[in-house]
């Protein structure tokens, strides 16, 4: 599938900027099972929420090109803390725990819960939460509670479709309207949306780019 969009000098720029914040190996740092276990908020922070097996982990495996970086899996509510992981020592990326996940003992779900809300409206750092969506379901009753969380913690979010590659782009447009219908009644959401397959590397670059261009 083709992001059709025009080529300028600054999306070049932009792109190249992306390039190089991901040219070193990115590290993992720890994983963080209570608030008061994450790491000193000393540099910019970006995080990827979104419901179990939509595909975070596999994201941030696509975007530091190291697979197995962020462990991946396909029994949903595989990553069970909040794992943080440093690109170049200037930016966290932070590999959430999924939500949504029916399975799960209720203490085990409360409690993971618990630690997201806590973190999501709390961390001062955070200066963009990608929530990933995936393209085949859109967005679901669990996803718009994260989403009214994040509105009235005043963090700027921005949603990411995840697995591009499986959908039909008839689909991918229903799906494209229903998330900009639903995103126009959340002032923290930011109105661009990024269309990524990990799998087929489509929209990592764009990605990239955005995750560099933060202030
Ligand atoms: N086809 C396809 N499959 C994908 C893509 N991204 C992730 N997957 C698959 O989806 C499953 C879940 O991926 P994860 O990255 O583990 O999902 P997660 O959101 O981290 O899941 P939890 O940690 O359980 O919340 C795995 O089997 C992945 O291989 C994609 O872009 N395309
Ligand atoms: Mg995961």
Same mark, same amino acid.
């Given at each position: 599938?083709?992001?059709?969009?025009?080529?300028?000098?600054?999306?070049?720029?932009?792109?190249?900027?992306?390039?190089?914040?991901?040219?070193?190996?990115?590290?993992?740092?720890?994983?963080?099972? +209570?608030? &008061? !276990?994450?790491?000193?908020?000393?540099?910019?922070?970006?995080?990827?929420?979104?419901? *179990?097996?939509? !595909?975070?982990? *596999?994201?941030?495996?696509?975007?530091?090109?190291?697979? =197995?970086?962020?462990?991946?899996?396909?029994?949903? =509510?595989?990553?069970?803390?909040?794992?943080?992981?440093?690109?170049? *020592?200037?930016? %966290?990326? #932070?590999?959430?725990? !999924? %939500? =949504?996940?029916?399975?799960?003992?209720?203490?085990? #779900?409360?409690?993971?819960?618990?630690?997201?809300?806590?973190?999501? +409206? !709390?961390?001062?750092?955070?200066?963009?939460?990608?929530?990933?969506?995936?393209?085949?379901? =859109?967005?679901?009753?669990?996803?718009?509670?994260?989403? &009214?969380?994040? &509105?009235?913690? +005043?963090?700027?979010?921005? #949603?990411?479709?995840?697995?591009?590659?499986?959908?039909?782009?008839?689909?991918?447009?229903? #799906?494209?309207?229903?998330?900009?219908? &639903?995103?126009?009644?959340?002032?923290?959401?930011?109105?661009?949306?990024?269309?990524?397959?990990?799998?087929?590397?489509?929209?990592?670059?764009?990605?990239?780019?955005?995750?560099?261009?933060?202030?």
């Amino acid at each position: 599938m083709s992001l059709a969009f025009p080529i300028t000098e600054q999306t070049q720029e932009a792109l190249e900027k992306g390039r190089l914040l991901f040219a070193r190996p990115t590290e993992f740092v720890k994983g963080v099972v +209570a608030i &008061d !276990g994450l790491p000193g908020a000393d540099r910019m922070e970006v995080c990827f929420a979104g419901r *179990s097996n939509v !595909g975070k982990s *596999s994201l941030i495996n696509a975007l530091t090109r190291r697979h =197995g970086l962020a462990r991946t899996s396909n029994t949903p =509510g595989r990553t069970q803390e909040i794992n943080f992981f440093t690109c170049q *020592s200037s930016h %966290y990326l #932070v590999d959430l725990p !999924g %939500y =949504g996940f029916a399975n799960a003992p209720l203490k085990v #779900v409360k409690k993971w819960q618990r630690l997201l809300k806590d973190y999501l +409206a !709390g961390r001062a750092t955070l200066r963009r939460a990608f929530v990933l969506i995936d393209a085949r379901h =859109g967005i679901k009753k669990v996803d718009d509670e994260i989403l &009214d969380l994040l &509105d009235n913690a +005043a963090v700027n979010f921005q #949603v990411v479709l995840t697995k591009i590659d499986k959908v039909k782009p008839d689909d991918l447009a229903t #799906v494209l309207a229903q998330i900009r219908a &639903d995103l126009s009644n959340h002032p923290a959401a930011y109105p661009e949306l990024v269309l990524t397959s990990s799998a087929k590397g489509d929209g990592i670059d764009i990605l990239r780019a955005i995750i560099a261009g933060l202030e």
